[in-house]
């Protein structure tokens, strides 16, 4: 992350510069030839599991952590718990709490508008991935996340971003060796980063619109199958409160049942719903489509 100054983030309402950093593409691109290791290290049985394992723990964390909790607040939870849901989240590799907070929150203010920085209108190579290398993207706005940065510790770690991540890539070697880190930890990394990188994208381009909204965000099943909820995109646009994403009986998320649990053991509450009569603007005989 560059700086927590809200000086040296980019103006509210200012277009977004389209300006990749060959850095941080040629970063990007060796991460992923990283995963061509396999061919040495082999595709353990053990390696496949923790992949499997680390997928679903890291989407799962930034789901909860990062966006239902951090950027939307669709629940409450102990300041301890809270420490904990940030170094779960921050094991991703997709940044610092604060960023991913910060950046998130104004998404939702300019959602495809000329300032959203990862709309596709800007087109899809940036909406997926583009925008990720740019400087633009670097920075933290500071005033979407006051009520974030009276906390030291969430600070400090923001500023430690990779550390979650580095410890969990250990993790996976001590559990299977080479074949684990490369298998394990790479590819299960690398499936989870485009899981929320197609969701931020193709979520605004294909599937229902059962709510009117400003933007383009649309509900997709097989976005919300892969990203554990997020894919019901336009509920959530249309009431991003809501500590589930799935609104209707058939619309499986199970970043919500995880949530239940986690209310149940005690460890957050006051998970908050979609209101009713949100819930009443759907039409009560809508069936889920293929797109």
């Known amino acids: 992350m560059t700086g927590l100054t809200a000086e ?10 389209r300006k990749l950093s060959r850095i941080r593409l040629g970063i990007f691109a060796a991460f992923h030839l990283f995963a061509v290791a396999a061919i040495w290290t082999g595709v353990t049985r053990a390696a496949l599991i923790t992949c499997v394992v680390v997928y679903l723990f890291q989407v799962f964390s930034v789901t909860v952590g990062y966006h239902r ?37 104004y998404h939702h203010r300019h959602s495809d508008q000329h300032d959203d920085l990862h709309s596709p209108k800007h087109g899809i190579f940036w909406s997926y991935a583009g925008w990720i290398f740019s400087e633009t993207a670097q920075q933290t706005r500071v005033e979407q996340i006051r009520d974030l940065m009276k906390y030291p510790e969430l600070r400090v770690l923001d500023r430690l971003h990779f550390v979650p991540g580095i410890l969990l890539a250990a993790g996976c070697y001590a559990a299977a060796g080479w074949s684990g880190l490369v298998v394990g930890f790479g590819w299960g990394t690398i499936l989870s980063h485009h899981a929320t990188f197609a969701n931020n994208c193709f979520a605004h381009i294909f599937g229902t619109r059962p709510y009117e909204t400003e933007d383009g965000s649309r509900n997709n099943w097989f976005l919300a199958a892969i990203t554990l909820g997020e894919g019901w995109h336009n509920n959530h646009h249309r009431y991003a409160a809501s500590a589930r994403n799935g609104f209707l009986w058939w619309e499986i998320d199970p970043t919500y049942y995880a949530l239940l649990v986690l209310s149940a053991l005690g460890l957050i509450w006051d998970l908050r719903p979609p209101p009713r009569e949100i819930l009443a603007q759907r039409d009560s005989a809508a069936q889920p489509t293929g797109r």
């Open 8 to 17: 040296d983030a980019p103006a509210a309402g200012a277009p977004v510069a």
């Open 69 to 105: 909790y951090f950027a939307h607040r669709s629940f409450r939870t102990s300041r301890a718990t809270q420490l904990v849901l940030a170094l779960c989240a921050q094991a991703s590799f997709q940044k610092g709490v604060l960023w991913w907070a910060a950046h998130h929150r």
